[in-house]
């Protein structure tokens, strides 16, 4: 079930709170809710927290989800730093905003780019996915240009390389995510590019940002 992007927030704070710095329970105020926020009545209804007067505790109920909202964080963040080359005010800036774009289906095959990372850039645990514990080594395949490749060309997207924020937001919003698959239908004048069940034309300079990973 997909929970909303407050209550995630919520649970995520929850979770750093009481598993990382070893609280017991949270303020409401300093979750910046109440108890009657929708976010707070939804963590109820899941039974994934338990609110005694104005504090708020995380149940077992609620900790994979915590762990899994921690995960895709701090994922994002190393995405910005370590793919997108972003400094880190604006790493916290796109993290935010991709968190909640990475979803099941593309986080694994971040994971596995990134080289199933540990540590977030401020240095905290990422809690381990599936693709961590089953890591088998398997070869990489070639990672090449969108601009280099010829018509017909196959393959998943593998990263985004501007140093151009806007263009970097542009492409994510066009929905050009690692893990996305993708077919070369033109190569002149323009790119024009099968992207799941879309069709998207860039210019040469555009598709030069984006990366893919060729075969499957
Ligand atoms: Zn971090
Ligand atoms: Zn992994």
Excluded at 123 to 152: F, H, Q
Excluded at 154 to 172: C, E, F, W
């Amino acid at each position: 079930m997909q929970i909303s992007d407050k209550a995630e927030e919520i649970l995520e704070h929850l979770w750093i709170m009481i598993r990382e710095m070893g609280e017991e329970t949270v303020g409401m105020k300093e979750l910046k809710t109440d108890r009657d926020a929708p976010e707070i009545q939804e963590l109820l209804l899941l039974k994934y927290i338990d609110v005694f007067s104005d504090s708020v505790t995380l149940r077992e109920e609620g900790v994979g989800e915590a762990e899994s909202a921690i995960r895709r964080h701090r994922l994002a963040e190393r995405l910005m730093v370590d793919v997108f080359d972003l400094d880190r005010g604006r790493m916290e800036e796109n993290a935010c905003l991709f968190e909640h774009l990475l979803r099941k289906d593309v986080e694994e095959s971040i994971c596995t780019l990134l080289g199933h990372p540990e540590f977030c850039p401020h240095n905290r645990p990422i809690p381990a996915g599936m693709c961590c514990r089953n890591s088998v080594k398997t070869a990489r395949n070639i990672v090449t240009s969108l601009s280099d490749v010829s018509k017909g060309t196959k393959g998943r997207v593998a990263y985004l390389h501007t140093r151009d924020n806007k263009k970097l937001q542009k492409l994510m919003t066009m929905g050009i995510l690692p893990g996305v698959t993708i077919e070369v239908m033109q190569t002149f004048p323009s790119y024009v590019f099968r992207l799941g069940h879309a069709q998207i034309a860039v210019d040469k300079e555009m598709a030069g940002d984006i990366f893919m990973r060729l075969g499957r």
